[in-house]
């Protein structure tokens, strides 16, 4: 049998503050994971970063304390044991992003996919990291995204999953890429059905990232960016928020579940740990894909190559 | 002196039944045109084919009834003369779509800039035609534009304007291109902070190309598109219709202007010929291209060669 209808659960996150410890967080993350078992869904996502505070919002000295922040070696048997363990007694599957420290001493922003049996199935390494590199003097929270992690250096792999559990092309993005048409459509071009996001994102914009945007602008651009890159690529989405004030800094909520058509199923109510659900068929996808989205038919790629050929972009004049 | 802020129009057009003589239609473009100059627009911009109804709506046998829809030769000379007069006289430029017939006998889906000397300062050829080769049996409407025009040649290049007249990066889509993208991106590429789009779509989907989409759902996917693509590459942008009941077919309205937050500053209540206005800054793209979407920090175009190297998408397996 082939699941293409099923219940997906984007499951919010309240604040973490810096001073839980992680085995609180991973215990709470569980409770959690199985009330969207309780509720019948297939796959519960969670948000980036999911096992502490975003950090990158200060300056910090020490590598050792920005590693504390990080998860070393084999996630399945660390402190996030548990997550896999309900996954598997309970035959949900999750996303979940975390900071991860590699063997050879890279940091990434990662996310994971792990299936009904408490298998990793996918790993994800966001692609495009905002913020600086140097801490700015004199704000009140930096954002040194740039600072901590490397690039992700894995691109979009979207990756089939087991038919028997859900049978869907995912692809996952990470917070600041859901803004980056260019990461849907690779994905896209994949047939992508289900892309999940995971974003920390702050609640009022600054000199340093957003100017003068205030709450409700910063929360339209996220559904904005969510809702067209759906659409764009007929594909459901699920973009789930750790939100609130969390070590002072205010972050957005607003997680949400999008039908291909670009349009919210369900979108969360609360600032806090809230788990919110959506029935989803999708074979609804069949009907972009196949006529305004057929690729095969309509794309133009030989006319695309300033995409790929430029990074930046250049300035015209007048003549 | 270089112009910032000034006045823009959208100038949505009613139905243009096949039976109205062009003359008569240019003769109401140049009205409205005028009344836009009466409102001190520094720009106005017309809806995609604005001389005549929406022709790939019939399958026309006969080449030369196909090419009576089209403009042959000097469009500045022909029967659009005294549009090109009353930008001259007034000191307005527009932007009109039109089908290009070349002397070489290629037919394009066309767009042009003309500045507030009259004077054309920029072409463009439809990318991304929608639709079909061969007619549809028993379809109430046809979707023909794959059989009457060629694919626009010149993809996407921007044009920097008189900055005495208006000091603009501009890039131009013509109607699907709206919902693309990577035509987006390759215009933002080059600096583009006002975009200009004209479009004639159907209110209702059909077998052949939206599926069950109903008027609503159409409307949202065109206004979701042009404020998506306006706040990824932080620019201003005007979609305009052409509109209402064209020889038995509805065509939806609402004309739009954004800004370069995706927030639409104002849209056309009617679905007939209804100029709309909007004062806009320019100086209001900077925070976005020089924050959230400064491409030459944060673009990651060595990980999007999908884009151009893939046209339709590749179908993966579960392993």
Not at 300 to 306: A, D, F, K, T
Request: net charge negative; hydrophobic share 35%.
């Amino acid at each position: 049998m082939t699941v293409r209808k099923f219940k997906i659960a984007g499951v919010q996150l309240g604040p973490i503050s810096k001073n839980t410890p992680k085995e609180k967080t991973v215990e709470r993350l569980c409770r959690l994971l199985e009330d969207a078992a309780d509720n019948q869904a297939s796959l519960a996502v969670f948000p980036e970063l999911a096992l502490s505070s975003f950090f990158p919002r200060w300056y910090i000295d020490s590598q050792e304390d920005i590693d504390s922040y990080f998860e070393k070696g084999n996630i399945t048997t660390g402190v996030v044991k548990p997550l896999f363990e309900v996954s598997k007694a309970r035959g949900i599957g999750f996303f979940l992003g975390y900071a991860e420290l590699t063997n050879d001493g890279k940091h990434y922003n990662t996310g994971i996919l792990v299936n009904n049996k408490g298998e990793i199935v996918q790993k994800y390494r966001k692609s495009h990291l905002p913020g600086f590199d140097e801490p700015t003097e004199g704000a009140e929270f930096q954002q040194l995204e740039k600072r901590y992690f490397d690039q992700g250096d894995i691109g979009f792999q979207a990756v089939k999953t087991d038919p028997e559990w859900v049978d869907a092309t995912v692809g996952i993005l990470i917070c600041n890429d859901r803004r980056w048409p260019e990461a849907w459509r690779c994905y896209g071009l994949q047939g992508m059905d289900l892309c999940l996001n995971g974003y920390n994102t702050a609640s009022n914009g600054t000199s340093l990232f957003g100017g003068e945007e205030n709450k409700a602008l910063r929360l339209y651009h996220s559904d904005l960016s969510t809702k067209a890159n759906a659409y764009f690529n007929s594909t459901f989405a699920v973009s789930v928020a750790k939100c609130g004030f969390e070590d002072g800094q205010e972050l957005m909520a607003g997680s949400l579940i999008v039908d291909p058509n670009g349009r919210v199923i369900v979108q969360a109510k609360t600032e806090e740990d809230e788990v919110i659900f959506a029935d989803i068929d999708l074979d609804e996808t069949i009907n972009g894909k196949t006529k305004m989205f057929d690729f095969s038919r309509h794309r133009r790629p030989e006319l695309y190559s300033r995409i790929v050929e430029q990074k930046g972009s250049i300035e015209l004049s007048f003549q």
